[in-house]
Nanobody
Framework: QVQLVESGGGLVQPGGSLRLSCAAS????????MGWYRQAPGKERELVAM???????NYADSVKGRFTISRDNTKNTVYLQMNSLKPEDTAVYYC?????????WGQGTQVTVSS
């Protein structure tokens, strides 16, 4: 049974930082692509960042230079360090795990950037 459990969301002021974590189980974590998506109210879900099994990363243009995705294969966990947060970063953030045959989603964690 595949499970992705996100944590670390919350309310933060503009310019602040948050670190999201996603603990994965049920797959061979080290082989899979891990990612973070987000969905703001009234908007489509969008890719924020992804990290391949070898450690290569990709980011949405809107978060480049502010967000960092990383993974710890010993803990089956992927992280998203978010710095210099803006109100437009407000969204529900979802962790994903992509295998050769399927993409799995976490339940999401709310991030709200507001003063």
């Amino acid at each position: 049974q595949v499970q992705l459990v996100e944590s670390g969301g919350g309310l933060v002021q503009p310019g602040g930082s948050l670190r999201l974590s996603c603990a994965a189980s049920g797959n061979i974590f080290r082989l899979n692509v891990m990612g973070w998506y987000r969905q703001a109210p009234g908007k489509e879900r969008e890719l924020v960042a992804m990290i391949l099994s070898g450690g290569s990363t990709n980011y949405a243009d809107s978060v480049k230079g502010r967000f960092t995705i990383s993974r710890d294969n010993t803990k089956n966990t992927v992280y998203l360090q978010m710095n210099s947060l803006k109100p437009e970063d407000t969204a529900v953030y979802y962790c994903t795990e992509t295998t050769a045959t399927a993409r799995y989603w976490g339940q999401g964690t709310q991030v709200t950037v507001s003063s």
